[in-house]
Every structure is written in C-alpha cells, then in structure tokens.
C-alpha cells in the first residue's frame, strides 16, 4: 500500500512559476513509477508527466501541452516526487493529482494511460490568473 500527498498548489499569476511536490509512503518508492496527472472543471482527467522507476536509467514523459515548461524529477532518499511548473498559463488551472504506478515498460504509451496507476493523491489546485 502506498499514500500520496500531494502539496505546493496555489494561485499564481501567468507566466510565473510553482513546485509541486508529492510524499510517498512505503519503502518502495523507487520501484514505482510516478505521475502527475490533471483535471480542470468538466473536463476529464488528463495526464501531465511521468518518471519511469529508477531500476535502471530514468526517463520522463510530458504531454505535448508542457513540454518545455514542466520538470518532473524524483527523490528516492526522500519518497518524494516533484513537478516544476514555469511559464504558467491559464490553461494550466486544474486539480493536480499524483499517481504511482508498477509500470516497467518503456513509452509514454504506458505512462500516460491513467488506468496503469494503483494510488492516486487526494490533488492539489493550481489557478494561474490571466
């Protein structure tokens, strides 16, 4: 069993930047992958960034939305898993959720299908003001 918290939303203006962070728990962190995924109101669930677990080299997958303006990076020694957030848009508003999953295969195929994670986060709101 693994829990998420999710923590670092707020309200920011465009063009700025914000750090979500997400704690895990368990001893097994490193052999989950972890995603961020995103939801903004009547709109479904929409994945964001994903860091493949650290058994070997890491890869890291973005949606084409952020690409170039979010990092996802993972802490193993600290159970933790972040999002920096630059260049803000208003379009980024949303709930932002974490998700950890038992995905070892390779492709943002994988990593992006929300179905392939066992734990969420109970999400965090991101507002970016125009």
């Known amino acids: 069993q693994v829990q998420l918290v999710e923590s670092g939303g707020g309200l920011v203006q465009a063009g700025g930047s914000l750090r979500l962070s997400c704690a895990a728990s368990g001893r097994t962190f490193s052999s989950y992958a972890m995603g961020w995924f995103r939801q903004a109101p009547g709109k479904e669930r929409e994945f964001v960034a994903a860091?493949?677990?650290?058994?070997?080299?890491?890869?890291?997958y973005y949606a084409d939305s952020v690409k170039g303006r979010f990092t996802i990076s993972r802490d193993n020694a600290k159970n933790t898993v972040y999002l920096q957030m630059n260049s803000l848009k208003p379009e980024d508003t949303a709930v932002y959720y974490c998700?950890?999953?038992?995905?070892?295969?390779?492709?943002?195929?994988?990593?992006?299908?929300?179905?392939?994670?066992?734990?969420w986060g109970q999400g965090t709101q991101v507002t970016v003001s125009s």
């Open positions: 998700a950890a999953g038992s995905i070892s295969a390779i492709g943002i195929i994988y990593y992006s299908n929300s179905a392939r994670y066992d734990y």
């Open positions: 860091i493949s677990r650290s058994a070997f080299s890491t890869y890291s």
